[in-house]
T-cell receptor, first 108, second 112 residues
Framework: LAKTTQPISMDSYEGQEVNITCSHN???????ITWYQQFPSQGPRFIIQ???TKVTNEVASLFIPADRKSSTLSLPRVSLSDTAVYYC?????????FGAGTTVTVRA | NAGVTQTPKFRILKIGQSMTLQCTQD?????MYWYRQDPGMGLKLIYY???????DKGEVPNGYNVSRSTTEDFPLRLELAAPSQTSVYFC???????????FGPGTRLLVL
């Protein structure tokens, strides 16, 4: 029942910027967009959250267009340790599960 | 703050056995969640709670039960274990539905 769609996988190299786009066509007015990162054998951890326009923290940037039907997580200058699964979550429905996420593989 | 703690870390069950997965948070969060994650898949919501005494079903509640007698604790009960319940179980909590979820380290369950 996930309301989001994101690519299954992406490959990158160290030092590059990685951009992951998530589609959420049915986003509700009061929904926030949240991104999580998960390493193997660990629980997901919060990366960034936004409602509209652009949000930036020490780890990533989140770009949200005016119609809010999609969002793009940007990871600047990735390193090998950024290899993980990234989940886009639109939270407004209590019963939402996480989708399959995007597996990002960073190569040397 | 310990955050969200889960016990046990790993457990092997025989078919038909029962067990309780424990989850405790020390952040005074109202919202708590139980997810299961099968290999290579995303997290599926089993049950959630919006406060002590209030629980509701998520996407995959069959075969599980929960209770929330205190703000801190949110145990997950498996009554009759089945091989299909082999998975990694994550507990999480958040202050509000829109706010960040904090996850525990997970419980790996194997049903044979």
């Amino acid at each position: 029942l996930a309301k989001t769609t994101q690519p299954i996988s992406m490959d990158s190299y160290e030092g590059q910027e990685v951009n992951i786009t998530c589609s959420h066509n049915n986003i509700a007015t009061n929904d926030y967009i949240t991104w999580y990162q998960q390493f193997p054998s660990q629980g997901p951890r919060f990366i960034i959250q936004g409602y509209k326009t652009k949000v930036t923290n020490e780890v990533a940037s989140l770009f949200i267009p005016a119609d809010r039907k999609s969002s793009t997580l940007s990871l600047p200058r990735v390193s090998l340790s950024d290899t993980a699964v990234y989940y886009c979550l639109v939270r407004g429905d209590y019963k939402l599960s996480f989708g399959a996420g995007t597996t990002v593989t960073v190569r040397a | 703050n310990a955050g969200v703690t889960q016990t046990p870390k790993f457990r092997i069950l025989k078919i038909g056995q029962s067990m309780t997965l424990q989850c405790t948070q020390d952040m005074n969060h109202n919202y708590m969640y139980w997810y299961r994650q099968d290999p290579g898949m995303g997290l599926k919501l089993i049950y959630y709670s919006v406060g002590a005494g209030i629980t509701d079903k998520g996407e995959v509640p069959n075969g599980y039960n929960v209770s929330r007698s205190t703000t801190e604790d949110f145990p997950l009960r498996l009554e009759l274990a089945a091989p299909s319940q082999t998975s990694v179980y994550f507990c999480a909590s958040s202050r509000d539905i829109q706010e960040t979820q904090y996850f525990g380290p997970g419980t790996r369950l194997l049903v044979l």
